[in-house]
T-cell receptor, first 113, second 111 residues
């Protein structure tokens, strides 16, 4: 199993540009989530999904959209990038029933100029 | 915020020494988990302790949970240089609510 994969690994955007961060998992996990990690702030939840077709907001959802059309994929969209969205983004997945172990992807480092 | 708080923020020890990190939280939990993050990498799950458990062991890791004080500690015994990483606690509340991560403790083990 590949686990949780994320693409791209690194991206530079200009303010106002849009892009999609990809996340996929091959463990048939119902639960998927997106976090951003900033220095001194730990991990903050952006959006999460408890299954295909179901998404919900986390702590810092503004400026981001998500969709969950399949169990495997959970893309994160930045509609109009801002410098405040410069961060490292992590996708994670787990079994829904217990959410006992979250499996994390390797992260996407985003720089917005 | 329901975010857990780790203490200390940073810890530097010599190889072979024990490292203790603490986590405090504010509301009742279903379980508490500890994760490790090596520099530039994703988080890796270390251990989970449920609200009805007081202590768990996994190799050189020992986790305790005191629900009356709403706190947990992670002890790494006989530390190694490879233990150098950031360590995060994550709290699981009831239902389908997501895990909430703390800000982490940065551990440096000096050879």
């Amino acid at each position: 199993n590949a686990g949780v994969t994320q693409t791209p690994k690194f991206q530079v955007l200009k303010t106002g540009q849009s892009m999609t961060l990809q996340c996929a998992q091959d463990m048939n996990h119902e639960y998927m989530s997106w976090y951003r990690q900033d220095p001194g702030m730990g991990l903050r939840l952006i959006h999460y999904s408890v299954g295909a077709g179901i998404t919900d907001q986390g702590e810092v959802p503004n400026g981001y959209n998500v969709s969950r059309s399949t169990t495997e994929d959970f893309p994160l969209r930045l509609l109009s990038a801002a410098p405040s969205q410069t961060s490292v983004y992590f996708c994670a997945s787990s079994r829904l029933a217990h959410q006992e172990t979250q499996y994390f992807g390797p992260g996407t480092r985003l720089l917005v100029l | 915020s329901q975010q857990g708080e780790e203490d200390p923020q940073a810890l530097s020890i010599q190889e072979g020494e024990n490292a203790t990190m603490n986590c405090s939280y504010k509301t009742s939990i279903n379980n508490l988990q500890w994760y490790r993050q090596n520099s530039g990498r994703g988080l890796v799950h270390l251990i989970l302790i449920r609200s009805n458990e007081r202590e768990k062991h996994s190799g050189r890791l020992r986790v305790t949970l005191d629900t009356s004080k709403k706190s947990s500690s992670l002890l790494i015994t006989a530390s190694r240089a490879a233990d150098t990483a950031s360590y995060f606690c994550a709290t699981k509340f009831s239902g389908n609510t997501p895990l909430v991560f703390g800000k982490g403790t940065r551990l440096s083990v000096i050879a």
